[in-house]
């Protein structure tokens, strides 16, 4: 295929195409020459069987919509950082488990799909991606998300499934325009005050997490009364009493670690 679909790709960009589709196609690698696609604005290479995207892909500088999900991409060259008219990137279910350096870039991005890969951290530089209205993150391995992700005001929907999220920054609060929210099946205790202030919630979830007694009560209650909770004094009291117990608890463990060198 590989012989072949670099002939394919010579001649695409001799025909100045807009649109390039393989997906399906078995493909394990993808040519050098790719980067002769100047004028494509669709890129869509799923479901095949790649394990790598060569530095190339970087200068398709008129894409817009980029689709490598169901692949088997393990790291992504720093190069597709450079795609910054990307308005939907789709990188879910590979095995993706880091970022590039200038994730950041993408500034007209409106949709992220990373789910389903093995991503430990979420990248200080989402918060860089103000247009982003829909990001999804569900079935990695995050324990947290970067305080920065707040800066997303335009963000409408954030699913965060299925990951070990054990802390959610209070930053969330600030995306005013969210509409949906999911966080079932991960590891919180807690949720942030501020989440309370989200008043266009219409779909939310915290379902299996190991909320504390007082959370799993008012959640039972329906949305506007459990925002309503987590807006009250009563709970920002809680909530930072059992923040500093936490960290209290953590500190000792590493104070026993060290005893144990």
Known sequence: MGS?????IDKAAEEGVTTFNVRS????????????????????ASANRLEALPPEIGELKKVQFFNVMNNRIKELPQEITNLNQVV??????????TLPRGFGSYNHIRFLDLSHNALTELTSQVGLLLSLVECHLSFNKLT?????IGKCVLMEKLMVTNNVLTFLPNEIGALAKLQSLDFSSNKLAMIPPDIGNLENIKQWSISLNPVIPEID??????????????RSDEYDRLYYSRIKEFADVEEKKLRDDDAKY
Do not use: C, M
């Open 88 to 97: 939907e990137l789709n990188l879910s279910v590979n095995r993706l488990e």
């Open 4 to 8: 072949n679909l670099a002939k394919q």
């Open 25 to 44: 196609k078995a493909i394990k690698e993808i040519p050098a020459n790719i980067g002769q696609l100047k004028e494509v604005t669709s890129f869509n």
């Open 217 to 230: 009560q008012n959640a039972k209650r329906g949305r506007d009364q459990f925002f309503e909770y987590l």
């Open 144 to 148: 947290t998300l970067p305080p920065e």
